[in-house]
């Protein structure tokens, strides 16, 4: 979705290359941290398997 956000060229007039630049670089780290984080389900289901 972040791609497709990017590559929006009338998002991106409407809205402003800056808007869009730091928000889709925003959601990039938000995203990258909720993948580094593992939760109650996984250790509990997951880590039985292991």
Do not use: N
Not at 36 to 44: A, F, G, K
């Amino acid at each position: 979705a972040l791609q497709r956000l990017r590559a929006e060229d009338k998002l991106r007039s409407v809205l402003g290359e800056r808007f869009i630049d730091v928000y889709s670089a925003i959601k990039d780290l938000e995203h990258q941290e909720f993948m580094t984080v593992i939760s109650p389900w996984e250790r509990e289901h997951l880590l039985l398997h292991v």
